[in-house]
Each structure stands twice: as C-alpha cells, then as structure tokens.
C-alpha cells in the first residue's frame, strides 16, 4: 500500500507552513499514485477550529499557529494539491489530526484486514508527519519503503538527517528507494 502524507494546499501554498519542496516532488508522488490508485491512501493533515478545541499540548500548537485553525484557515486549503485531489477519487482519503496516521481509528485494523505487509511512504514533511507515521508502521511490525524522491520538507537539513542518519539505523524495517526503483518492483 502507497501512503502518501499531506501533500495538501496549506503545505503547497503561501502560508507559514509553507514547505518549498512539494512542488519539486509532486511529479514522483503523482507517478506512484497514478500507478496503483486503488492502492494509495492519502493522509490529510486536519486542523481543529481554534486551539481550545485541541487537546493536550495540540492546545500551545494551535495557540503558537492560530492564523492556521479552522476559524481563520479557508478550508479549501486542507484539500489535496491538483493532480491528487482528481486521482484521490480512486484511492482512500485519510484525515488525521496528529502527525503520525496511526493514530486515526480503525487505520491499522483496516491494513491488517486487507493484508498489507509493506507501505511506501511519500508526501511532507519527512522529519515530522512522515517520520511519525514511519515510526508507528515500524513498531506494528510492517516493512517500510521510503521513496527518497518524493519525500520533501520546509527544513532540508532535518530531511537530509531522517534519510542519512535515522533512516539507516533501522536496514531490517526501513528500505530508501527512488521512486523508479519502487515502480519497477511493484507495478510487476
């Protein structure tokens, strides 16, 4: 299963959580997407209204990124970037409100349902929502593939230490593919 993460309007767009790279790797995510549709799941970051609606220490987040709540936000821009918001239709969508999709119920009890032993992980950013939700996988015992091309980030040195110096830590659950590496061996 292709689990692309919050490849969305408020990552691709000029707001404070801007993240530069999502252009440059929207083709690659695109290519995996449009390879498998009806294997691909899309995670959407999701913002409560206002802080006060947040739980936990989500209520200081929200409080530092008000301008980024429900109340404030236009909720268009919690869409899927163009071309995925058209191929999403074939995929499932996922909205999560943590970093780490693992933490949606009924996620993991669904993948388990339909067989999944590998997720390919692409989307933003690399060293916070895909990092999360890499981790989880992990500790639920699934094999992991990184497609290196089509993962991005607002912070390329924090990008660069999740695929060079954590990642690497982990050969047995996490593997580091292109994304025409990852094509080749699961379109066959």
């Known amino acids: 299963m292709h689990v692309t993460i919050?490849?969305?309007?408020?990552?691709?767009?000029?707001?404070p959580w801007h993240t530069p790279s999502l252009g440059s790797i929207l083709p690659n995510v695109v290519r995996l997407c449009e390879a498998q549709p009806d294997r691909t799941v899309y995670a959407r970051f999701v913002v409560p209204a206002n802080a006060q609606q947040?739980?936990?220490?989500?209520?200081?987040?929200?409080?530092r990124?008000?301008?980024?709540t429900g109340d404030v936000l236009d909720p268009?821009?919690?869409?899927?970037?163009?071309?995925?918001?058209s191929i999403a239709a074939r995929g499932w969508v996922v909205d999560k409100s943590t970093y780490s999709i693992f933490a949606v119920p009924?996620?993991?009890?669904?993948?388990?349902?339909?067989?999944?032993?590998?997720?390919i992980m692409s989307g933003v950013e690399t060293d916070v929502c895909v990092?999360?939700?890499?981790?989880a996988a992990v500790d639920l015992g699934y094999r992991v593939v990184l497609a290196t091309d089509a993962l991005g980030s607002a912070d390329p040195k924090a990008h660069d230490a999740v695929l060079q110096h954590l990642v690497p830590r982990l050969p047995e659950q996490i593997e580091l593919m292109t994304t025409a590496a990852v094509l080749e061996r699961w379109t066959r």
């Open 6 to 15: 919050d490849m969305q309007r408020l990552f691709a767009e000029d707001t």
């Open 54 to 63: 947040a739980s936990g220490s989500w209520k200081a987040y929200f409080d």
């Open 65 to 68: 990124w008000n301008m980024m």
């Open 76 to 85: 268009s821009m919690l869409d899927l970037v163009e071309p995925l918001s």
């Open 106 to 119: 009924g996620f993991a009890e669904r993948l388990a349902a339909e067989r999944v032993d590998t997720l």
């Open 131 to 135: 990092y999360a939700s890499m981790l």
